[in-house]
């Protein structure tokens, strides 16, 4: 009877014989990284470079309620819908414009008390034109949406004014309410200067804050995009380096004595 030490057994693969593979497979993988990361630069520094516009707009408010939440709004900018229909009216393309503008909410004040003070809506494109015409596009539909929200808002207001100034000249034709009539005028009053545009804290239409002007051009950075795919393909060649051990030579079989 055969001693079972001489039946063969399925050969156990140890880390040595993974970093033998891809110790035998350096120069390969350092050729794929060295090619991998030059035709990702060859390919970035042909990109154009790109031009910035940034429109910051104010939120319009009512009686010191704001038209709308700005964080509600910056999700707005940025969806598919605001963008297809802002694209329409200055004829471009949907997936150019989305690729074009973001909207973003400016915070500020204390750490733990900061509040939402801006919207700032950046346009990127080829030239510095288009840049400042995509963001003024998406800045005055914006604003035109908001048109339409703060007047909804103030029509309540108004028709209170209205009544207050009817109310007004019929106590005006009775002099034995000159107390009520004071008070009506002072409620008048102060319903029309909330009403108006001359105080920005209490109601004001939504609006930029400042022109909108292009920054200078600049080149995008490669040198992300080349570390990122040397690394990629070094990770790539070396777990295929490392799998060659379990590839069996095809070959004939072997005479045994």
């Given at each position: 009877m055969a001693s079972s030490n001489n039946e063969p057994h399925p050969e156990e693969l140890s880390l040595d014989k993974y970093v033998a593979a891809v110790w035998r497979a350096k120069w390969l993988i350092l050729a794929g990284v060295i090619v991998a990361a030059a035709i990702t630069a060859f390919m970035s520094s042909r990109e154009p470079a790109q031009h910035r516009a940034v429109a910051h707009l104010k939120i319009g408010r009512v009686w010191k309620q704001p038209l709308e939440d700005p964080y509600i709004t910056e999700r707005v900018i940025n969806s598919g819908g605001f963008l297809k229909e802002a694209a329409a009216q200055i004829?471009?393309?949907?997936?150019?414009?989305?690729?074009?503008?973001?909207?973003?909410?400016?915070?500020?004040?204390p750490r733990?008390?900061?509040?939402?003070?801006?919207?700032?809506?950046?346009?990127?494109?080829?030239?510095?034109?288009?840049?400042?015409?995509?963001?003024?596009?998406?800045?005055?539909?914006?604003i035109a949406r908001h048109a339409e929200i703060f007047n909804e808002a103030i029509k309540p207001h108004l028709e209170?004014?209205?009544?207050?100034?009817?109310?007004?000249?019929?106590?005006?034709?009775?002099?034995?309410?000159?107390?009520?009539?004071?008070?009506?005028?002072?409620?008048?009053?102060?319903?029309?200067?909330?009403?108006?545009?001359?105080?920005?804290?209490?109601?004001?239409?939504?609006?930029?804050?400042?022109?909108?002007?292009?920054?200078?051009?600049?080149?995008?950075?490669?040198?992300?995009s080349t570390a990122a795919a040397a690394l990629i393909a070094a990770i790539v060649l070396v777990a295929c380096s490392a799998m060659t051990v379990h590839i069996k030579p095809r070959g004939g079989a072997q005479v045994h004595d």
């Open positions: 004829g471009v393309s949907h997936h150019q414009l989305k690729r074009a503008i973001s909207a973003e909410t400016v915070i500020a004040g733990r008390s900061r509040y939402p003070i801006l919207l700032s809506l950046t346009a990127t494109a080829d030239n510095a034109n288009d840049a400042m015409r995509f963001a003024q596009a998406a800045a005055d539909m914006l209170q004014e209205r009544r207050l100034d009817e109310r007004r000249k019929e106590l005006q034709a009775q002099p034995a309410s000159r107390e009520l009539l004071i008070k009506v005028e002072n409620d008048l009053d102060e319903v029309r200067m909330n009403n108006s545009l001359a105080d920005s804290n209490v109601t004001e239409k939504t609006h930029l804050v400042d022109a909108i002007s292009a920054d200078s051009a600049a080149k995008p950075g490669f040198l992300r």
